[in-house]
């Protein structure tokens, strides 16, 4: 697992509560990801982090902000949650270089209610 | 745009039977193109990927994918399906721009092995 943990594993809350999911790293990786997933949709990008303070948005970044004040954790809020970001979040690490592989989390199961 | 295909939703092969998992790709410049599987209730593991050199690539638990320049094509094999590579199988490939690192997707598909 890359030394890769996700907090909570699973998380139910009302609409329009915050809620913030985090993603720990024990290998000290450059880059690191949050994707959603949904049936049929595959993967999907949210925000992905290059450093540390250094974040971008990906394809589906509209109602979430991230935060990455230490290499190790990555962290995704989402500021008011809705019905529509209910689904499977995934944390992703990778190395500086552009051949390496990424590595995934197991995984945070949110159901917003 | 750059993109990834995986023509097929789901595929279903019967056991000891060799298995192909379709990918084509869609991008500028030389591309790397991984696999991964993800069982269910899992995060996606790392099978195999394509940097260069030779076109045939072997990853873990046996499988391995071929690129093909010509035909923008990753398509990922395994000579004899086991049961339990019944999963989820997703292609990616990965655009270099600055500190982009980021993965384009497919969609995945769904490998059922029968008995």
């Known amino acids: 697992d890359a030394g890769i943990t996700q907090s909570p594993r699973h998380k139910v809350t009302e609409t329009g509560t915050p809620v913030t999911l985090r993603c720990h790293q024990t290998?000290?990786?450059?880059?690191m990801y949050w994707y959603r997933q949904d049936p049929g949709h595959g993967l999907r990008l949210i925000h992905y982090s290059y450093g540390v303070k250094d974040t971008d948005k990906g394809e589906v970044s509209d109602g979430y902000s991230v935060s990455r004040s230490k290499t190790e954790d990555f962290l995704l809020t989402l500021e008011s949650a809705t019905s529509s970001q209910t689904s499977v979040y995934f944390c992703a690490v990778q190395g500086g270089d552009q051949n390496t592989e990424a590595f995934f989390g197991q995984g945070t199961r949110l159901t917003v209610v | 745009a750059q993109s990834v295909a995986q023509p097929e939703d789901q595929v279903n092969v019967a056991e000891g039977n060799p298995l192909t998992v379709k990918c084509t790709y869609s991008?500028?410049?030389?591309?790397?193109l991984f696999w991964y599987v993800q069982y269910p209730n899992r995060g996606l593991q790392f099978l195999l990927k394509y940097i260069t050199g030779d076109n045939l690539v072997k990853g873990s638990y046996g499988f391995e994918a071929e690129f093909n320049k010509s035909q923008t094509s990753f398509h990922l094999k395994k000579p004899s399906a086991l049961v339990s590579d019944s999963a989820l199988y997703f292609c990616?490939?990965?655009?270099?721009?600055?500190?982009?690192?980021?993965?384009?997707w497919g969609l995945g598909t769904s490998l059922a092995v029968n008995p």
């Open positions: 290998e000290n990786h450059r880059y």
């Open positions: 990616a490939v990965r655009v270099n721009a600055g500190n982009n690192r980021k993965l384009i």
């Open positions: 991008v500028s410049g030389n591309p790397y």
